[in-house]
């Protein structure tokens, strides 16, 4: 180990136990729950200041002035270490932020010490140093703050997120009204997170701009399908969605896809701050409202220019002008919810699976597993995001395999690969409620145009579902009379699909 790493290792211990090991206290004067701002601006110029004194430091030890270096070096730590313990007892300041800028110092001086040419992963003393894509020493000693450190090209998100008026502004939307859909779009992610998040991680994004999308997109809805026809739990449109490699397979819209969708995502994201120069709000605003619309109001390469400008900003549309600040709450609210009485609850949702004992749809297996432990829900959304290309009314055959949270494996076993509620549960699943009459149906129906209609033509980006929609008939009758087989449904635009024989759903 050099004498580089062997000091900074040395602090790491102590620094840690700085952000760990106080407990925060109120100022006199500062309300409780509230923000001290000027105190906690002041300890992040330490920060920013001491980490650029660290890295000088290093630039002298790659030059060979070692004694130099490290007395740089250490005065840099010593002052961090001392900033992290100021932040402990000052409200609003966030200790993760300490622990994520002394991991990137650290990682930096790792095998970059004089004479550390050449080494392996194990120095000459015997020391074993941290490889690439190692779990960070400071997140792997302080699990609690575990929460992703968050760059976006090199800069902390935190720093990126102008907490404006705008932005407040969603932040209360999302604390009030919203709440119960941030919560729901929080524990849909949860199931979902294996799935999702290791394709942001692989692009170099940060996971909190992913949860901000996926909340205002979709809430974690993977077959949402809005008036447009963006579909999926980040609502792409159909020559979008291609553009980004989600095509059609098999019948099955790639949009719906939870892992391919962020991939896509992401791949946009990256295509954008690359257009837009890092300009976060401005590819944001890109994704919701296009990018052309975006490229002729900013210009490409936008260094200097903001979306809060106000020639951009209320020169949008209403909606992405909601969109953006919306996005960006969300976000901010995945890294900080200690900060606005918000507690995000502990979701058990390491994946597994289940190999089916016998036939059963996802409507059916609901039914079996019950509810889910707070009471207030079942588990339907969760096993239609996680199986995504099943139709949710569709018998799976034995020996079929889906995706359950892994704490289902056991209560499947238990109460669904036999007894009373799989029994239970295929009764219902079997009963049929008869169409009404004509006469009915034009009494309830309530639209002479829908009933009208004797047939559809498929439009780009259509599903069986938005064509449901918009016609009135259910997905199973259309599929019927059309003779669409289950579970994807295959259509393709141009066809015709007959309407005759539909009711209203």
Same mark, same amino acid.
């Given at each position: 180990m050099s004498p580089i790493s062997r000091l900074a290792a040395a602090v790491a211990t102590a620094l840690l136990a700085a952000c760990a090991g106080t407990p925060q206290t109120r100022k006199p004067g500062t309300a409780k729950g509230g923000v001290d701002e000027t105190a906690v601006n002041a300890l992040y110029a330490r920060l920013d200041r001491d980490s650029?004194?660290?890295?000088?430091? =290093?630039?002298?030890?790659?030059?060979?002035?070692?004694?130099?270096?490290?007395?740089?070096?250490?005065?840099?730590?010593?002052?961090?270490?001392?900033?992290?313990?100021?932040?402990?007892?000052?409200?609003?300041?966030?200790?993760?932020?300490?622990?994520?800028?002394?991991?990137?110092?650290?990682?930096?001086?790792?095998?970059?010490?004089?004479?550390?040419?050449?080494?392996?992963?194990?120095?000459?003393?015997?020391?074993?140093?941290?490889?690439?894509?190692?779990?960070?020493?400071?997140?792997?000693?302080?699990?609690? =703050?575990?929460?992703?450190?968050?760059?976006?090209?090199?800069?902390?998100?935190?720093?990126?997120?102008?907490?404006?008026?705008?932005?407040?502004?969603?932040?209360?939307?999302?604390?009030?009204?919203?709440?119960?859909?941030?919560?729901?779009?929080?524990?849909?992610?949860?199931?979902?997170?294996?799935?999702?998040?290791?394709?942001?991680?692989?692009?170099?994004?940060?996971?909190?701009?992913?949860?901000?999308?996926?909340?205002?997109?979709?809430?974690?809805?993977?077959?949402?399908?809005?008036?447009?026809?963006?579909?999926?739990?980040?609502?792409?449109?159909?020559?979008?969605?291609?553009?980004?490699?989600?095509?059609?397979?098999?019948?099955?819209?790639?949009?719906?896809?939870?892992?391919?969708?962020?991939?896509?995502?992401?791949?946009?994201?990256?295509?954008q701050l690359a257009i837009f120069n890092n300009n976060l709000e401005l590819v944001i605003g890109a994704y919701n409202g296009g990018e052309g619309a975006m490229q002729r109001r900013a210009g490409r390469g936008a260094a200097a220019v903001s979306f809060w400008d106000p020639q951009i900003y209320y020169g949008v549309s209403q909606e992405t002008r909601e969109y953006v600040p919306s996005v960006l709450a969300a976000a901010w609210l995945f890294l900080h919810p200690e900060r606005y009485n918000l507690q995000f609850p502990r979701i058990p949702a390491q994946p597994g699976s289940i190999t089916l004992k016998r036939p059963v749809s996802i409507a059916e297996l609901t039914i079996c597993l019950g509810q889910r432990d707070d009471g207030h829900g079942g588990w339907f959304r969760t096993l239609r995001n996680l199986n995504p290309q099943l139709d949710p009314q569709q018998r799976e055959p034995a020996g079929a395999k889906l995706v359950v949270p892994q704490p289902l494996e056991a209560v499947y076993e238990r109460d669904c690969a036999q007894g009373q509620w799989p029994v239970l549960a295929e009764q219902l699943h079997a009963a049929v409620v008869p169409p009404p009459p004509p006469v009915a149906l034009a009494r309830t129906a309530g639209d002479p145009a829908k009933l009208a209609a004797k047939s559809v033509t498929v439009r780009k980006g259509d599903t069986l579902t938005s064509i449901a929609g918009r016609t009135g008939c259910a997905v199973r009758q259309i599929a019927s009379v059309n003779g669409l087989r289950p579970p994807h449904y295959a259509i393709k635009p141009g066809q015709v699909l007959k309407l005759s024989s539909c009711s209203a759903r």
């Open positions: 650029r004194r660290y890295s000088d430091g =290093l630039a002298l030890a790659r030059a060979g002035d070692t004694a130099k270096a490290q007395g740089e070096m250490k005065v840099a730590l010593d002052d961090l270490r001392a900033a992290a313990t100021g932040c402990a007892t000052v409200p609003g300041c966030d200790p993760q932020r300490f622990v994520a800028g002394f991991d990137a110092l650290l990682r930096q001086g790792i095998g970059d010490g004089p004479g550390d040419a050449g080494a392996t992963d194990e120095d000459a003393d015997g020391v074993d140093e941290p490889a690439e894509g190692a779990v960070s020493p400071a997140v792997k000693q302080m699990p609690q =703050l575990g929460r992703t450190v968050t760059l976006l090209k090199g800069r902390e998100l935190s720093e990126v997120i102008a907490v404006n008026e705008p932005v407040k502004a969603a932040l209360e939307e999302w604390l009030t009204q919203y709440r119960p859909f941030l919560m729901t779009a929080w524990e849909n992610y949860q199931y979902m997170r294996a799935q999702m998040w290791p394709e942001y991680q692989k692009a170099g994004l940060p996971e909190a701009l992913l949860f901000g999308m996926l909340a205002k997109e979709s809430g974690g809805k993977v077959h949402a399908v809005s008036r447009s026809g963006a579909s999926g739990p980040l609502q792409f449109m159909y020559a979008t969605g291609l553009r980004f490699g989600l095509s059609t397979v098999d019948g099955f819209d790639q949009r719906f896809d939870p892992r391919l969708s962020a991939r896509a995502n992401a791949a946009y994201v990256n295509e």
